[in-house]
């Protein structure tokens, strides 16, 4: 069973860009559509986007302008930035992934806290 | 895109059934058959329980079963389990290609 393991700062300033990335246990990467969902603490769960395994990419509108999803094939891993991130941005960021002709998310990174703070 | 609607909490007895309802517009769950359902526990990750509306992944109990109508999917629990006891969020594929999800349910075993 593949496993993804997200990574990164647990505590980012209010203005500053939010770094994340998910590695992936196999070697599926090429394979996947590669997807970031946030949950804010005691809320429900948030589409952020994903990334092809050929780079494509797409996100939720209401983040458009601040997200940045790529992917590094060599290194079985994908990567999420958010810009000019605020409060409202302080999440549970969890990475997980779809097949081709799939519509299903499975499966999950165990998620990483995130928290926008001076 | 707006989050699909779903009930805050639902409620039910051991051995009972509970229906959770996610609705949405033409624009996603009433335009595909592609709404998943996903069980939270707390302070866990999301687990897949049903996609493409009613269809069970290996290994997820058959106490769990889905269906759609028009805008609006449902996931039906029978036979409660104290087990049962999870948050469950909806989601469903969109006219944009994006993805999006119902606000949760939280469901609660007397």
């Known amino acids: 069973q593949v496993q993804l393991q997200e990574s990164g700062p647990g505590l980012v300033k209010p203005s500053e860009t939010l770094s994340l990335t998910c590695t992936v246990s196999?070697?599926?990467?090429?394979?996947?559509?590669w997807t970031w969902i946030r949950q804010p603490p005691g809320k429900g769960l948030d589409y952020i986007g994903y990334?092809?395994?050929?780079?494509?990419?797409n996100y939720n509108p209401s983040l458009n302008s601040r997200v940045t999803i790529s992917i590094d094939t060599s290194k079985n891993q994908f990567s999420l930035k958010l810009s000019s991130v605020t409060a409202a941005d302080t999440a549970v960021y969890y990475c997980?992934?779809?097949?081709?002709?799939?519509?299903?998310?499975?499966?999950w990174g165990q998620g990483t806290l995130v928290t926008v703070s001076s | 895109q707006s989050a699909l609607t779903q009930p805050a909490s639902v409620s039910g007895s051991p051995g009972q059934s509970i229906t959770i309802s996610c609705t949405g517009t033409?624009?996603?769950?009433?335009?595909?058959?592609?709404v998943s359902w996903y069980q939270q526990h707390p302070g866990k990750a999301p687990k897949l329980m049903i996609y493409?509306?009613?269809n069970r992944p290996s290994g997820v109990s058959n106490r769990f079963s889905g269906s759609k109508s028009g805008n609006t999917a449902s996931l039906t629990i029978s036979g409660l389990q104290a087990e049962d006891e999870a948050d469950y969020y909806c989601?469903?594929?969109?006219?944009?290609?994006?993805?999006?999800f119902g606000g949760g349910t939280k469901l609660t075993v007397l």
């Open positions: 997980t992934r779809f097949a081709w002709g799939q519509n299903w998310f499975d499966p």
């Open positions: 196999d070697g599926s990467i090429g394979s996947y559509y």
């Open positions: 990334i092809s395994y050929s780079g494509g990419t």
């Open positions: 033409s624009s996603d769950v009433g335009g595909y058959n592609f």
């Open positions: 493409d509306v009613s």
């Open positions: 989601s469903s594929y969109t006219t944009s290609s994006a993805r999006v």
